[in-house]
């Protein structure tokens, strides 16, 4: 009986393994109805007789087909079986055909023609079906709801023709009253003004200035942020004690469609102070000793973010010693007629956990080991609250996901947690290109190709959490190419490692040269602690000095040709700033001590140091002070003081200092103050230098501040002269335009003292993209 059990099984498989004959390749449509469509033979792998090694096969190539289709586009909907007969099998592919858009009719609506045709998405010729046009018709809406038209209504109707295979396809719409927000409302706000309610909300007023609105958008009603509206103006009033607040949703007065009027109705209610402060449940630890965490005090304003932080606080103070699960639910016992509410927090202290394993989940592109090296708690230690807190804010930092969550779960009985990590990934890679201009630079292009996570060791190369980036700038005034690469982690330890090439060619720098940079530059960094990093960098640079003009200073001169330049700097940083771009408060300073040649060999032998720092700190009216300097000197030695020419004692003009421009001195040409040849007046730089500027800057309208500032600064001969008694100085106003991405700078200054004999007191329009130090 078994050997007969191993010969049915042997011949099962055997059979199973046989070659199969492909009977018939057949194409229907979803109601099993057969017809012909020539276009599917491209994409199937098979043809009828032809013989296959085994079903397998079959199976593996035809869902290669059917993705195949899938992709080209000209399918609705695609599928694909294999049927089995006595004779061969039998491959059926189930396809409904997209038709190409012969014709596409616009009707209704004044804005119908060019415009709308475009912003449909839609061309003559491509292939298109149902959902196709119903995409077409949302992106039409969408158009005419930036057209001001929040009430349109777009349909659509399609005529096939299946012996041609095409479609007509005709939009109606029905626009509806062209609405403006002249005029946001607040009713039953008897305590907090108007003023500040509309900086809460997301929904603008048009403004005064028409074009503005244009700009901004500023009064286009958007239905799709009322309830985040509403929302907003809740938690602000919570936060400012009014615990009862009520707010409906807004009203919308269209009897004027271009003069609208928006109307919020509010109930303030009671604004309560905080009475008693108690808490309940707990065994493990005394009331007085956590009632430390909690930051409330009497007679304070009862913001609900902060008696939320109490309880945050609570929990932080039982998970930081272990406890897992910890609850705790602010109980309000409020008084109307008092004004002021009781607060008792209940506790639920939960239990002493242990780290079981950490589970790492939703990387589909990012490796492992790049999640698990920012986490701050492991395996086989006490549940912290706090270190699992800042592990996932280092992953959040990381600009690699957009949803990062940290959660314990019992594994098994006991007291042991597993700790999932959960990631949902974005994209980190960017591909940018566009035209630029400043009033330095002039015009110019750039293409960048960039990726954040970057991993040279596989294709596609993602997931390492490296860094690259590659950029070309074609300019009037400027051409760089720039390739770049960091691993942050070198060697697997908190040592960051980068690698830049680069060749730059600079033509603003005088009128009486041009000049040319080649080289490489590789450094190591490292976080010494919250607030402070160390960076070693060394370089390797061809400078090249050409197309000296004949009437040009001999300074500048005596520098025309190639010079070799091996350099070694450390700069330790200093950053408390609330942000990286546009702080309101704290410091950045950066320390750099600099030499190259002599051991490190070469062609330039100097030595210096440069010291920069910038403050900003917050004032009434929402203005932000920014005090921000900059001390440098630099001196030759060796062969470099041995062979000085006329000027700069052996400094090439490369790595003296000048100063004026869009980033200093912005009353005067960009590096026009400092030393100036008499004969030719070219500025020729000097081995030292100092600047410092004070700016206020003051909200004007959203993501646009105003700025008045004063700049001072002097840049001497001699290295490490600081004498400030040649100094220039100047005053001025500006614009920053804090748009994501292309942040603007326009500033206009006035020079107040200067030397006569270079400089006039003409004033200077600077403009600049992108963020001063």
Known sequence: MKKALVLFTAFLVAASLQAETIKDIRIVNQSGESYTMSSVAAFTSFQVGEQVPDRETILSEIAIDVNRMRKSGRYSFVNARMDVEADGVVLVYTVVSKHRLRRMEIVGGPKSGGRIRKKSELEIGQFADDATFELAAAKIKEAYRDYWYPDVEVSWKSKTNDELGTVDVTFKIEEGDKLAIKKIEFEG?????????????????????????????????????????????????????????????????????????????????????????SLSGMEKYG????????????????????????????????GNRGYVRTVVRPVYDANAQTAVVDITYEITEGEIGYINAVNIGGNERTIDKVIRRELVIYPGEKYNRSRVLTSENRLRNLQYFEIVTINPEQAGEGNKYDLNVQVKEKATGSFTAGVGFSSVESLMGYVEL??????????????????????????????????????????????SFGIDLFHREVNYFSDSYDQKNDGMRLSLGKSLSRFTRGNLSYSLEQFNVFDVADTASQAIQDEEGRRLKSGLQYAWSFDSRDRFFDATRGNKTIVTPFMAGGPLGAETDIFGLRVKSTHHWPLIWDMILN????????????????????????????????????????????????????????????????????????????????????????????????????????WGIGLRLQIPGFPLQLDYAWPITFDERYLDDKGRFNFLIGHTF
């Open 189 to 277: 706000n008897d305590i907090i003004e108007d003023k500040k309610l509309k900086k809460v909300i997301q929904q603008k007023q048009k403004s005064w200035f028409a074009p503005w609105s244009w700009i901004t958008g500023s009064g286009k009603y958007k239905e799709e942020v009322v309830d985040a509206d509403v929302f907003a103006l809740k938690s602000f009033y919570m936060n400012n004690g009014f615990l009862d607040i009520s707010v409906s949703e807004p009203e919308l007065d269209v009897s004027k469609p271009k003069k609208s009027r928006l109307v919020f109705k509010i109930d303030e209610g009671q604004r309560y102070r905080i009475g008693k402060i």
């Open 287 to 318: 009331e007085r000793e956590l009632r430390r965490t909690v930051r409330l005090r009497q007679g304070d304003i009862a913001a609900y973010e902060n008696i939320e932080a109490g309880s945050e606080g609570i929990r932080s103070y039982y």
């Open 627 to 730: 005090v921000r300097g900059e001390i440098e000197s630099v001196e030759a030695y060796g062969d470099s003081k041995a062979n000085a020419g006329t000027y700069g004692d052996g400094v090439p003009i490369f790595d003296r200092l000048f100063l004026g421009g869009s980033y200093n001195l912005r009353g005067y040409e960009y590096r026009d103050v400092g030393p100036t040849d008499p004969d030719t007046e070219d500025p020729v730089g000097g081995n030292s230098k100092g600047y410092w500027t004070a700016e206020v800057t003051y909200p004007i309208w959203n993501k646009i501040r105003g700025a008045v500032f004063y700049d001072w600064g002097f840049v001497n001969v001699d290295s490490w002269d600081f004498d400030p008694s040649n100094y220039a100085d100047d």
């Open 450 to 495: 960039s990726q954040g996570n970057f991993n040279w060791k596989t294709w596609p190369p993602i997931g390492a959490g490296q860094k690259f980036k590659i950029r070309a700038t074609l300019g009037t005034e400027r051409n760089d190419i720039d390739i770049s690469f960091i691993e942050p982690w070198f060697l697997d330890r908190q040592l």
